[in-house]
């Protein structure tokens, strides 16, 4: 069964902070993987990852894909409190995009 | 670019009611979009998806005679929840995709709360 599983579930940290966070997945036809920031409303697009091993970039904001040992991190430095959101992990499979339970990330100042 | 636009951002009814949600992609053309649902503190939960032209594909426990998902156009999609009831209430999401690609973009998606 597909599955895709998101840790930490929850993460405080102070603002400056780097943090870490992990999608580990399941999935037997994989086309890519996303990555979403969702606050108050629907989620917005961060990156897609279809390649072992290229970091994608953005900002303060970077993630790496290991397809080898089925897992993806999303990176964020120098934390502000305007990261605080859920972040979450996508599998396209099949075109079908299976979610993890999502990261709630909280920066307090 | 690829701006999705749901409408609308929140609405009440009364119990019995029937509700039309649209979701609309402005600068590309979507084939296909999926609609969602959120409860409180959990992940999106896929309920249908759509293709320009055919008959949505719903997941399994979705009442597709309850949620009416029509996508008459590469732009427009549209989600009725006929006779609402407060079960019903929840926070449904919009998505597109254009044709082979592997993003999907979202709509601010709409509270419906139901009375």
């Known amino acids: 069964e597909d599955k895709v599983v998101q840790s930490p579930l929850s993460l405080v940290v102070h603002e400056g902070d780097t943090v870490t966070l992990n999608c580990s997945y399941e999935?037997?036809?994989?086309?890519?993987l996303l990555w979403y920031k969702q606050e108050k409303k629907a989620p917005t697009f961060l990156f897609m990852l279809t390649s072992s091993g290229i970091e994608k970039k953005s900002g303060r904001l970077s993630s790496i894909l290991d397809k080898k040992e089925l897992f993806s991190i999303l990176n964020i430095t120098a934390t502000q409190t305007g990261d605080s959101a859920v972040y979450l992990c996508?599998?396209?499979?099949?075109?079908?995009?299976?979610w993890g339970a999502g990261t709630k990330l909280i920066i307090k100042p | 670019g690829a701006v999705v636009s749901q409408h609308p951002s929140w609405v009440i009814c009364k119990s019995g009611t029937s509700v039309k949600i649209e979701c609309r992609s402005l600068d590309f053309q979507a084939t296909t979009m999926f609609w969602y649902r959120q409860f409180p503190k959990q992940s999106l939960m896929l309920m249908a998806t759509s293709n320009e032209g055919s008959k949505a594909t719903y997941e399994q426990g979705v009442e597709k005679d309850k949620f009416l998902i029509n996508h008459a156009s590469l732009t427009l999609s549209t989600l009725t929840v006929t006779s609402a009831h407060p079960e019903d209430s929840s926070f449904y999401i919009c998505?597109?995709?254009?044709?082979?690609?592997?993003?999907?973009?979202f709509g601010a998606g709409t509270r419906l709360s139901v009375l």
């Open positions: 996508a599998l396209d499979s099949n075109y079908q995009l299976i």
């Open positions: 998505s597109a995709r254009t044709g082979g690609g592997n993003i999907q973009y």
């Open positions: 999935v037997t036809n994989f086309r890519s």
